[in-house]
């Protein structure tokens, strides 16, 4: 039997005149994703796109798998293609969804004509299905409103598919029908899922990180590298950056009093971060801050933070409480990663009194001890560039 899965684009209907661009992104960004699976075919058709296999050896669990990731899709159905007579649809219907007839004990058909030469309309096809299928599973009873399962019809233009239940997509815009923007990540819980949250909206990736060698090692750099290809999965391919960030933590260590130290610290990867964000064309910054989660996320303190950079910031987390945030970290499989401990620079020289009030002159009066600009190039030359799939 054949397998096809139909996709359902959920916000997509809604975006009228620009619905054909952005179908043609969803189609081009699953391509991407199915590329290690096999070859598919791609046929667009009435709010719906189907993705047929090209090859018989592609393991249909795998492409569901990584499409169930893939942003801009509401919804998946892996379905079984019948010829157009209703002898076929019957047969494959029984043939196809037997199993699961027999799992559960209630069910109602649901048919969708698309084609509208097709003989049988839709209520017909519902209730000669129906009995079809009481014949074949005599403990089966109809249930229209609450079926434990839902067997779908539906007669398109060239075939007919049928279907059980479908599975939730990850919902969301396709990823790069909303620009791109630069997500400042660090080995914690937090940015990765800011990042996710990001990419959900239909934001292209760019990543930035921030390592300051001795002080933080190798291998915190490949948890980071770890977690990039967790979020990968759902965003696509991350052009990452990593800049050696030493040498203006130790400027700040040395030149600016201590309660300032995160606050400066944190504007200068702002000020670097937007410098390899506007090369590559992002138009925002990405961050994993949370109102009142440490001291240099005060209100206050964000206020400075923003100060530093022409770029809107998005803080996807902002509202969020920690428990919230650690919730989404576990649906997309980082917190495991995130909670391992390797040091940050974010955790190198931490003052032990932190000003939770910042003022921004204060802020500027201090920084005037650093030679910025070069300490910003020097740092924006440093930065290392992979890209991570
Ligand atoms: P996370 O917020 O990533 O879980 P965290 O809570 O330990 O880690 P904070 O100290 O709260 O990190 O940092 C706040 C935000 O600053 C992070 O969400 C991230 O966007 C950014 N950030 C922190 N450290 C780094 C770094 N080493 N490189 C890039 N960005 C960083
Ligand atoms: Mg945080």
Redesign the pocket.
């Given at each position: 039997m054949k397998e096809i899965i139909l996709i359902k684009n959920g916000e997509l209907v809604l975006k009228g005149l620009n619905r054909n661009t952005f179908e043609d992104i969803l189609i081009k960004n699953m391509k991407k994703a199915l590329k290690g699976i096999g070859e598919f075919q791609f046929t667009k058709s009435q709010s719906t796109i189907m993705v047929e296999p090209l090859d018989d050896d592609i393991d249909l669990d795998d492409a569901v798998d990584v499409l169930k990731k893939v942003f801009g899709i509401a919804a998946l159905s892996r379905a079984v293609v019948a010829e157009k007579n209703f002898d076929d649809i019957k047969k494959k219907t029984l043939e196809y969804l037997n199993e699961r007839l027999d799992e559960v004990s209630t069910f109602k058909v649901n048919a969708k004509r698309s084609d509208k030469k097709f003989e049988m309309k839709s209520p017909e096809i519902c209730r000669e299905m129906g009995a079809c299928i009481l014949s074949a599973h005599h403990h089966l009873k109809v249930d229209v409103h609450n079926p434990e399962l839902t067997v779908t019809v539906e007669v398109r233009d060239r075939f007919a598919f049928i279907h059980g239940d479908s599975i939730k997509g990850a919902g969301g815009m396709p990823v790069s029908t909303s620009g791109r923007g630069a997500i400042?990540?660090?080995g914690?819980?937090?940015?990765p899922v800011?990042a996710y949250m990001m990419a959900k909206r239909g934001i292209e990736l760019v990543a930035?990180?921030?390592?300051s060698p001795p002080f933080t090692t190798e291998l915190a750099e490949q948890k980071v590298m770890d977690l990039l290809r967790k979020v990968a999965a759902y965003s696509g391919p991350i052009t990452t950056y990593v800049v050696h960030f030493t040498e203006l933590q130790e400027a700040i260590r040395d030149k600016c009093p201590e309660v300032y130290f995160t606050i400066i610290m944190?504007r200068y990867?702002m000020k670097i971060a937007e410098k390899l964000a506007v090369h590559q064309k992002c138009s925002a910054l990405i961050?994993?801050?949370s109102v009142g989660?440490?001291a240099?996320?005060t209100i206050y303190a964000l206020g400075c933070t923003d100060q530093a950079t022409a770029l809107p910031v998005f803080r996807p987390c902002i509202g969020m409480d920690k428990d919230e945030i650690i919730k989404i970290s576990r649906e997309i499989d980082t917190f495991e990663t995130?909670i391992l401990p390797y040091e940050?620079?974010?955790t190198v020289f931490t003052p032990k009194h932190p000003k939770t009030r910042p003022q921004i002159e204060d802020i500027l009066k201090a920084e005037e001890a650093l030679d910025s600009e070069a300490l910003i190039e020097r740092a924006v030359n440093s930065a290392r560039k992979t890209v991570i799939h």
């Open positions: 400042l990540i660090s914690g819980i937090d940015s800011a930035v990180h921030f390592a944190r990867m961050t994993g801050e989660q440490v240099s996320q995130s940050d620079c974010c």
